[in-house]
């Protein structure tokens, strides 16, 4: 992700600023959707794989970035 767009980028819920994920984060949750443990704030199942994704490190709320795009959408974030 561009370090510009990181700059600018806050969780749509508290208003704080993300940082990417690191690679323990990853493999936490990437764990969890092969075991079919991981759902969205919503309720849905995330099952696709994550390679990227941003974190909100006060509130433990991971929000997926899909094909280069950051879904900062509420719902569709992960509670750590």
Do not use: F
Not at 13 to 35: F, G, H, M, P, W
């Amino acid at each position: 992700m561009k370090s510009e767009l990181l700059e600018i980028l806050v969780c749509p819920r508290s208003k704080k600023k993300l940082i990417l994920a690191d690679q323990s984060v990853l493999d936490k949750i990437n764990n969890l959707i092969r075991e079919k443990r991981c759902h969205d704030i919503s309720g849905q199942a995330v099952l696709e794989p994550v390679s990227e994704a941003l974190l909100q490190p006060e509130t433990q709320i991971l929000y997926l970035v899909r094909d280069e795009i950051p879904i900062l959408i509420y719902e569709n974030g992960i509670k750590l």
